[in-house]
């Protein structure tokens, strides 16, 4: 792998263009920036040659960067050693990354990036109503079943009438008395058991052979 070019080549070839994203770990010896970002293990400034803040004191020497920039709107000088740059980005694209210099939480913190893009997701699940799911069984179960004990039944709203009904059998009683009397002033009537028996006459009187009874 061919050596990488200089960091203050890069730096000066960026700023021609555009501005420029200084990622340095602020803890390497030699930063100055404001006191709450030493500890830190990384940091990423902004600078350029026409920025809405101008920075009139840039300077990119064989050292590193030195300037003053704003922070919270208020200036403060800052040193950035080239041992402490790790990358150069332009704003508008471009720039390099050292990775000899990158410090090591950056780079776990990027594998574990990696890794989390990569990982393959889990299948989902979808979750379906009792109703749609079951609908189908039910369809199949009721098919399937015949019970041996129901009787058919006909169906709402058609008239029961209908339904054939079996042969009613009807009893025939023969007349033991082989001539009927004559006949008598009053009409004969066929006998329906609900006769009055007070009106009945005393003497039982034989059936005509044409009459049934019916039950």
């Known amino acids: 792998m061919p050596p990488l070019p200089r960091k203050q080549a890069v730096a000066l070839d960026l700023l021609e263009r555009t501005s420029v994203f200084v ?43 030195s300037c003053t920039l ?17 990358a150069l980005i332009g704003e508008s694209g471009g720039g390099m990354v050292w990775p000899e210099d ?3 939480e950056v780079v776990s913190q990027q594998r574990a990036a990696a890794k989390k893009e990569t990982k393959p ?4 699940l979808r979750a379906i109503s009792g109703d749609s799911a079951d609908r189908n069984d039910d369809r199949n179960d009721e098919e399937a079943e ?14 029961r009438a209908a339904t054939p009904r079996p042969p009613r059998l009807m009893q025939v009683v023969s007349n033991p008395e082989p001539e009927p009397e004559p006949a008598s002033e009053q009409p004969a009537t066929a006998d329906t058991g609900t006769r009055d028996e007070r009106s009945s006459p005393a003497t039982k009187r034989s059936r005509p052979p044409y009459l049934r009874l019916v039950d």
Request: charged share 20%.
């Open 102 to 104: 990158v410090p090591p």
């Open 70 to 86: 704003s922070f919270n709107k208020r200036p403060q000088f800052c040193r950035l050693p080239w041992s402490s740059i790790y």
């Open 121 to 124: 997701r889990r299948p989902g």
């Open 146 to 159: 015949v019970p041996s004990t129901r009787r058919s039944e006909p169906a709402p709203g058609k008239d």
């Open 23 to 65: 990622h340095l770990d602020p803890r390497r010896p030699g930063v100055i920036v404001p006191q709450g970002f030493l500890k830190q293990p990384q940091l990423v400034l902004q600078i350029g040659l026409n920025m809405a803040i101008s920075i009139p004191d840039l300077e990119v020497g064989d050292e590193g960067i």
